[in-house]
């Protein structure tokens, strides 16, 4: 428990610090990449302005720079590279000026215009050998001008602070989970003493309560071999089983959660299940309860063989004390469809099982009324199965149809 509840805090803290990474480094970007496409369209506003061509005179501050909006200056402009041309009314390409760009020729430029004009639209993208070029276009007198920017020099930036942030935080999280898996001991170090603590208590506890209960036993023999059995006698020893069980049961449960690792082996499952199958039926057949056995032969699983035998009696003591009077128990073990997996059912009839919240069955000391009306229970059985099944790393699962209830475990199949 201690293990799954480490990692289960080293899992929470590095999702808690990977979502706050991933909202700066999101953060950032966008502002990095809005930021660029704002200076992108100040640029493409300025030259357009000028008619593409680059004029002292004529050049102004033109918005006022901001936390998101790039200063512009008069010398920065020219560290762009752009290309500008001119286009009659039909879209035919009246001049170009290509002083400013190296490695776009004539002919694309005439290209990249005709295509920017037939959009239709004012300002958009479009693409020359692998490098993407905004642009921007005006109709005065007549006449068409439009202004091409490469991207690539603003963009850059945007996708290296990108990279960056990316690579540090990466780094941070390696560093992160490192230091976390060293420290996680010293942090749970609380949860770790309570647990101890409590399982001491209880071992100590049961040992304790063992002695006046049989002191109580003996008595009671002694009353009855002096006066007889009477109704006061029955209840006393029912009453002092009753406690029995529970300490057993606590103590067992107690000893489950000490188990650091079981001894996973090939087991075949099927020799345990049917002798702890032969052993219930005398036990049924006393509640006058109709037992069914339906257990493959050679069902092999990777069990501890010792807490597999336990597992079935659990479930079948469970079966027991809930089934219906008069009603059915069944087991059986077979191999899943697709032989990978071996499937242990025990169902039991449950009339009154509609609408009860199964999966709360496995809750240590859950007791659900209409589930323990006729049998006295402590809802610590069916946790102690979970827990096992769990150290089995299979999966158990109750569900009612029909009038029973069936507790349905899968466990790894060693089979070919």
């Given at each position: 428990?201690?293990?799954?509840?480490?990692?289960?805090?080293?899992?929470?803290?590095?999702?808690?610090?990977?979502?706050?990474?991933?909202?700066?480094?999101?953060?950032?970007?966008?502002?990095?990449?809005?930021?660029?496409?704002?200076?992108?369209?100040?640029?493409?506003?300025?030259l357009l302005?000028?008619?593409?061509?680059?004029?002292?005179?004529?050049?102004?501050?033109?918005?006022?720079?901001?936390l998101m909006?790039?200063?512009?200056?008069?010398?920065?402009?020219?560290?762009?590279?752009?290309?500008?041309?001119?286009?009659?009314?039909?879209?035919?390409?009246?001049?170009?000026?290509?002083?400013?760009?190296?490695?776009?020729?004539?002919?694309?430029?005439?290209?990249?215009?005709?295509?920017?004009?037939?959009?239709?639209?004012?300002?958009?993208?479009?693409?020359?050998?692998?490098?993407?070029?905004?642009?921007?276009?005006?109709?005065?007198?007549?006449?068409?001008?439009?202004?091409?920017?490469?991207?690539?020099?603003?963009?850059?930036?945007?996708?290296?602070?990108?990279?960056?942030?990316?690579?540090?935080?990466?780094?941070?999280?390696?560093?992160y989970t490192?230091?976390?898996?060293?420290?996680?001991?010293?942090?749970?170090?609380?949860?770790?003493?309570?647990?101890?603590?409590?399982?001491?208590?209880?071992?100590?506890?049961?040992?304790?309560?063992?002695?006046?209960?049989?002191?109580?036993?003996?008595?009671?023999?002694?009353?009855?071999?002096?006066?007889?059995?009477?109704?006061?006698?029955?209840?006393?020893?029912?009453?002092?089983?009753?406690?029995?069980?529970?300490?057993?049961?606590?103590?067992?449960?107690?000893?489950?959660?000490?188990?650091?690792?079981?001894?996973?082996?090939?087991?075949?499952?099927?020799?345990?299940?049917?002798?702890?199958?032969?052993?219930?039926?005398?036990?049924?057949?006393?509640?006058?309860?109709?037992?069914?056995?339906?257990?493959?032969?050679?069902?092999?699983?990777?069990?501890?063989?010792?807490?597999?035998?336990?597992?079935?009696?659990?479930?079948?003591?469970?079966?027991?004390?809930?089934?219906?009077?008069?009603?059915?128990?069944?087991?059986?073990?077979?191999?899943?469809?697709?032989?990978?997996?071996?499937?242990?059912?025990?169902?039991?009839?449950?009339?009154?099982?509609?609408?009860?919240?199964?999966?709360?069955?496995?809750?240590?000391?859950?007791?659900?009324?209409?589930?323990?009306?006729?049998?006295?229970?402590?809802?610590?059985?069916?946790?102690?199965?979970?827990?096992?099944?769990?150290?089995?790393?299979?999966?158990?699962?109750?569900?009612?149809?029909?009038?029973?209830?069936?507790?349905?475990?899968?466990?790894?199949?060693?089979?070919?």
């Amino acid at each position: 428990m201690i293990k799954k509840v480490r990692h289960k805090f080293i899992l929470i803290s590095v999702l808690g610090l990977l979502v706050v990474l991933a909202t700066i480094i999101s953060s950032i970007s966008i502002a990095s990449f809005y930021r660029s496409n704002r200076e992108i369209n100040n640029v493409l506003t300025i030259l357009l302005k000028n008619d593409g061509q680059i004029n002292h005179s004529a050049f102004t501050n033109y918005q006022q720079p901001g936390l998101m909006v790039p200063r512009q200056t008069r010398e920065g402009i020219f560290q762009y590279r752009f290309f500008s041309s001119q286009l009659d009314s039909q879209g035919d390409v009246i001049s170009i000026n290509d002083s400013h760009i190296e490695t776009v020729s004539d002919s694309a430029i005439n290209a990249l215009s005709e295509i920017a004009f037939h959009r239709g639209r004012k300002q958009g993208t479009v693409r020359y050998r692998h490098t993407s070029y905004a642009y921007k276009m005006k109709r005065e007198h007549g006449r068409y001008t439009i202004v091409f920017l490469d991207k690539s020099i603003l963009m850059a930036e945007s996708y290296a602070i990108l990279n960056i942030a990316v690579l540090f935080g990466f780094i941070s999280m390696l560093l992160y989970t490192l230091v976390l898996v060293l420290l996680s001991r010293r942090a749970i170090k609380p949860i770790v003493v309570a647990e101890q603590r409590q399982r001491e208590f209880i071992s100590n506890a049961g040992h304790e309560l063992k002695t006046p209960l049989t002191v109580i036993s003996a008595n009671t023999e002694m009353q009855e071999l002096t006066s007889g059995e009477t109704e006061w006698t029955r209840s006393n020893k029912d009453q002092v089983n009753r406690l029995t069980r529970l300490i057993n049961n606590l103590i067992s449960l107690t000893r489950l959660g000490e188990q650091p690792d079981m001894h996973l082996t090939k087991t075949d499952i099927s020799t345990i299940t049917t002798h702890n199958a032969d052993a219930f039926k005398t036990v049924m057949q006393q509640r006058n309860l109709k037992f069914n056995a339906a257990i493959q032969p050679q069902v092999m699983a990777t069990v501890d063989a010792s807490f597999y035998a336990e597992l079935v009696n659990i479930l079948l003591d469970n079966a027991n004390k809930y089934c219906d009077a008069g009603g059915n128990v069944n087991i059986s073990l077979r191999y899943n469809k697709w032989g990978k997996a071996a499937v242990l059912t025990v169902s039991n009839s449950y009339a009154d099982g509609e609408g009860v919240d199964y999966s709360k069955f496995f809750e240590r000391f859950y007791r659900q009324d209409t589930a323990h009306q006729q049998q006295g229970g402590f809802g610590i059985g069916l946790s102690m199965a979970q827990r096992i099944v769990n150290d089995f790393h299979g999966r158990i699962q109750a569900k009612y149809r029909d009038g029973k209830i069936s507790f349905i475990v899968t466990l790894r199949s060693t089979a070919e």
